[in-house]
């Protein structure tokens, strides 16, 4: 199973699809299962993603009220007998994923998804941490996905550095619609 996962597109207008790195989109389509981890920002780009392609995601601070109202706030599901959490916030700095690593215990699982930093994260110990940073708004850094393959029982993932623009800011993308 090949899980693409992704966190923060913020998009506020428009087709999230179009807006996406294309090679994002390639990968996208290619996966077994989308995972999203908060901040979508919109209904609408939630919908058209889970259209696409079979889609796990939870809701991010920046979500409008209508998408959190169906998306939870965390969310566990089971592939191949390897739980994977799913949340917005967990981690407290882009430096430090204590709280992330007390949150996967929590929550009982052994792989937490988290987003809100904008910086991708692979962290292994008796758990395995996972951010995928923005492949839209990246915070020092690239913009990201993160994949993830499991078989037989095990999981391993890489980081993707994607195209696009580096280190934007939510604020500074604002100016660039076109």
Known sequence: MRIIAIADTHIKYGSIIEQLPEDLVALL??????????????????????NLKKLE???????????????????????????IGIIHEAALSIQDTTGAWYLAKEMGVDVLVFGHTHKPVIERSDVLLICPGSPTFPRLSEPSAVELVIEKGKIS????????TACRSIESARSFRG
């Open 157 to 164: 993932g890489r980081v993707i550095t994607l195209n696009g």
């Open 57 to 83: 995601a939870v809701r991010g601070n920046m979500d409008e009220a209508a998408l959190k109202e169906i998306l939870p706030e965390r969310r566990v599901i089971e592939m191949e007998g390897i739980r």
């Open 29 to 50: 389509k290619g996966a077994d299962m989308v995972i999203h981890a908060g901040d979508f920002v919109t209904r609408a780009a939630f919908q058209e993603l889970s």
